[in-house]
């Protein structure tokens, strides 16, 4: 195992967890605003839709008619928008990113120190991590700009780091 694989394998290791970081917490970052959405149109469903039926209870035609017009354009438009599905793809996708970032800290922090891990062994890890990284990119929502800014913002005040690392 030499020296200049291990240290090409770390500095890879933390592009790869640099990647994670930014991309797990820009995507809880994008869910936020889809699940206030979800709120925002939900709650007036489940409120115009009891004031509905007690409206028609008391054959009041008009506010039941103004009503069920109102829902009907609500509902559209949280069928359409689909937010409840949207803040749950971004978290997904953060959750994932968050887990390839931790297992590939888990690696550089512990495996790596153990002397007797073949250089292939070594190599073929680091590809896994790397492929894991590409499919994620692949196969998530794209993140929007705010949320990436909003990340930058973070990772730079320091509020992404544990204690821990804070120290050293």
């Avoid at 008619?65 to 438009?77: D, P, R």
């Avoid at 590939?104 to 002397?115: G, K, Q």
């Avoid at 692949?138 to 909003?150: G, L």
Wanted: hydrophobic share 35%; charged share 25%; proline share 4%.
């Amino acid at each position: 195992m030499s020296n200049q694989l291990i240290e090409k394998i770390k500095e890879e290791c933390l592009r790869i967890e640099e990647d994670a970081l930014y991309s797990s917490k820009s995507h809880y970052n994008a869910s936020s605003p889809w699940e206030k959405c979800n709120l925002f149109i939900g709650i007036p469903i489940a409120i115009l839709s009891a004031i509905a039926g007690l409206s028609a209870l008391k054959d009041m035609t008009t506010i039941t008619i103004v009503i069920s017009f109102a829902l009907t354009c609500l509902t559209a438009i949280n069928t359409a928008l689909n937010p409840s599905k949207r803040a749950g793809h971004h978290k997904s996708a953060a959750g994932e990113y968050n887990n390839l970032k931790n297992d590939v800290r888990l690696f550089r922090e512990v495996d790596l120190i153990e002397i007797n891990i073949p250089d292939k062994e070594l190599k073929d890890k680091i590809k896994v991590f790397s492929d894991r990284r590409n499919q994620l990119n692949i196969s998530s929502p794209t993140i929007p700009r705010w949320a990436y800014e909003k990340t930058q913002s973070d990772v730079n005040k320091g509020f992404t780091q544990y204690s821990i690392d804070k120290e050293k």
